[in-house]
């Protein structure tokens, strides 16, 4: 009899115990590319035409839809935080000092929710939203496809003070950038694919005057065409707008690199990477093998995609991106 209750109430554990475990396998659940195949299967045809009319509209667009995915995952995970506007709980990120008056596309996303919602209602994050038009963003301006992990679910808050700490400033040395990056548990090498981003778009006067008037390591001949469109006066032409890659400014590929090694890095942040430091070999390896810088690019992007996100029961859908359920 005793052995019989001992066994009952060890089944009893072992039972609590197999509960425990699905229920965390529910709340954790990994990100899969299948994970709307059936709830949602036109997803993927349904971003993509809208993703390739605005970077047809507008070529800047398409670097502005990668950087919003970067700003949403540094941030306390990709969870579609960056999306929400301030409320009455809340202020939101998007007067964040790395965002206020930079970050854009906002609007695309908004498009795209509404295409979306129409197709599969409730069923589709924001948060992947942004992480499938990341993608189509950088295929759409010539660079690598991949295959895009969903499953994310979308926050209810959103953290001022996060992104002010978590994103990294353009005047960042290398040991901040390695710093911040290791942070997210992210590698010396996603750092410095992933800065391969800035070989489309655009930055504004106030986040490299310093680099361009202060710094040694610039090429002066491009520091001093940099300044005709950027006064030395803080306060002055503040928001005028230089290419990031001067080369080609809205294609995806690696001149990003060779204008580091040229010491053509409009941002001090771009420069650091190749200043005599750790970077400098891997700088290289990307400016002579592009195959090498999409394949690391990719892999980046998807390591970036899994910081932290929200799955199973964590996190909810909302139905504006904007507004939190």
């Not at 195949?37 to 971003?47: A, D, I, Y």
């Amino acid at each position: 009899m005793a052995f019989s209750s001992t066994s009952s109430t060890g089944r009893a554990i072992s039972a609590l115990a197999m509960l425990v475990m699905v229920s965390v396998g529910v709340a954790n659940a990994q990100l899969d590319a299948t994970f709307y195949s059936t709830t949602c299967p036109n997803l993927l045809t349904t971003v993509q035409p809208v993703v390739q009319s605005a970077v047809n509209t507008e070529a800047r667009m398409g670097a502005s839809l990668l950087r919003l995915f970067f700003h949403d995952c540094f941030v306390n995970g990709c969870d579609g935080s960056v999306l929400l506007v301030d409320n009455s709980t809340f202020t939101g990120e998007q007067n964040a000092f790395p965002n206020k008056n930079s970050l854009r596309g906002f609007q695309v996303i908004d498009q795209i929710k509404t295409a979306v919602e129409q197709a599969c209602p409730g069923v589709v994050s924001c948060a992947d939203i942004v992480a499938i038009t990341a993608r189509d963003s950088v295929v759409a301006l010539g660079g690598p496809t991949w295959n895009v992990l969903l499953g994310r679910r979308d926050s209810a808050t959103a953290s001022l003070s996060a992104a002010n700490t978590n994103l990294p400033a353009p005047s960042s040395s290398l040991n901040d950038l390695i710093s911040n990056f290791s942070n997210q548990g992210l590698s010396t090498t996603d750092l410095v694919a992933l800065s391969g981003a800035h070989t489309i778009g655009q930055a504004r006067c106030v986040n490299f005057r310093a680099h361009i008037y202060n710094d040694n390591n610039i090429d002066a001949t491009f520091a001093t065409s940099e300044q005709a469109n950027c006064p030395s006066t803080s306060g002055s032409g503040d928001n005028n707008l230089s290419p990031l890659d001067l080369q080609t400014p809205t294609q995806f590929d690696n001149n990003y690199y060779n204008n580091l090694i040229n010491m053509k890095g409009l941002l001090h942040s771009d420069q650091q990477l190749f200043s005599g430091g750790s970077t400098n070999a891997l700088v290289s390896t990307y400016n002579s093998n592009p195959t090498q810088f999409t394949t690391d690019f990719v892999n980046g992007m998807i390591n970036m995609g899994n910081i932290q996100p929200l799955t199973g029961s964590n996190g909810g859908i909302r139905t504006n991106c904007a507004i939190a359920n």
